[in-house]
């Protein structure tokens, strides 16, 4: 009998296999397709590649501001997609690796709950102590007349063209829009971003939001916020997007639609409502160790609709092993940092300035003042900072150069709740961009 079956090995199903291993747990690990999941093979990474080639055009660019003159430099699309997929394969070799390394028993096939203590793979039943649900998610398609045809497509799609767009639609202007279009900006796309909600990036702290809206126009990103994709037609070979925005309808001919409308939980061909495992539209309804309605059986990541992030689905795995270890394991789930990874950064940890109740006190330190930003010619953005009635410092938000990076020493701050007082004493290198996290703290009294 197995310690554990594990349904799906994205970053959620295999770091947690790999975890449970090294904690001398015997394990199985199904995947219906490729370890990695979204995230490895059609989300973070192959995005975060694509995001260096161009984030090296936009260095190229700027060249002249650097003193450094080029008359031309070409792109060369092919080579960016094959070093992309060599990424992921990469990557993928590595997991495949580790878990051979440490035994975990992976299988290939689509997984059937037969009851909490049984799972049925390729006409196998698997007897084990522990099941542990990681299905993932899968796009949230709104259905529109034109939705069939073949330019429009999720963010899997567009990852995988042979040729980029040269007029392309975002809908959808969250993380993955926001992303896809910063980054097919700077690879010669004419990119119109169209968003349901009166400003992009939602969730986000509302000066960071419109800090991005604004440095996304001045890079020429045609942004529609209050805005509907209401069609997609076909005339005369070209393709016409209809968008209703603010009660005016717009026609505009695009090359390409990107549907980044968010994401909805996989229960990928499980029988939840016969196993008697709770859940709704959001996700498979689960306590603080992720165990569902049913004892012994768990669910991680995307598939509790909780926060989908990869990071967060690691951390879920570790906090189910160490329950079925019967071991305290203290993880604040109310402090995960989340990153944008457009132009420029964005990276968010903790509560917004809309979250707060009581007595509060924020404060800025923008980018152009330090000497390092300058130096990168990166003097974009600001760091903000909001601070309790305690002078405890309860959420940060940072948009500028390297904020991806930034965000950690922040999370650290807010975890050990060390107060400002207490922080003004601790040194920053100089010069470096870590500085403007040390002025910002230095700007309460």
Known sequence: MKDVVIIGAGPGGFDTAIFAAEHGLQVTLIEKHIVGGTCLNYGCIPTKT???????IKNMTELSTLGVNVDNFTVDYEQIKNRKE????????????SLKKLNVNLIEGEAKIINKNEVMVNDEIIKTKNIIIATGSTPRIFPFPGSDLEIVNDSKGILSLDTFPKKMIVVGAGVIGSEIATIFNYFDSEITLVEYMDEILPPLDKDIKKRAKNLYKRQGINILTSSTLKEVKEEDGKYIAIIESKGKLKEIETDYVLLA??????????????LGIEYDQKGIKVNNN???SIDGVYAIGDVTGILMLAHKATYDGYKTISHILNKKMDINFDLVPSVVFSFPEIASIGKT??????????NKYLYKTNAKAEAMNETDGFIKMIVDEDNILVGA???????????????TIIYKKITINEYKNIIHAHPTLSEIIGECIKGFH
Request: hydrophobic share 35%; charged share 20%; aromatic share 6%.
């Open 290 to 292: 992720f165990m569902t």
């Open 86 to 97: 060599s990424i992921v394969s990469n990557q993928v070799k590595n997991i495949l690796t």
């Open 397 to 411: 938000h940072i948009i500028g150069a390297h904020a991806a990076d930034l965000i950690h020493e922040l999370s």
């Open 50 to 56: 694509l995001y260096q080639n161009a984030k090296t």
């Open 261 to 274: 409308t968010g994401r909805k939980p996989s229960f990928g061909n499980l029988d939840l409502d016969g």
């Open 353 to 362: 300035e809309d979250e707060m109740n009581g007595e509060y006190k924020t």
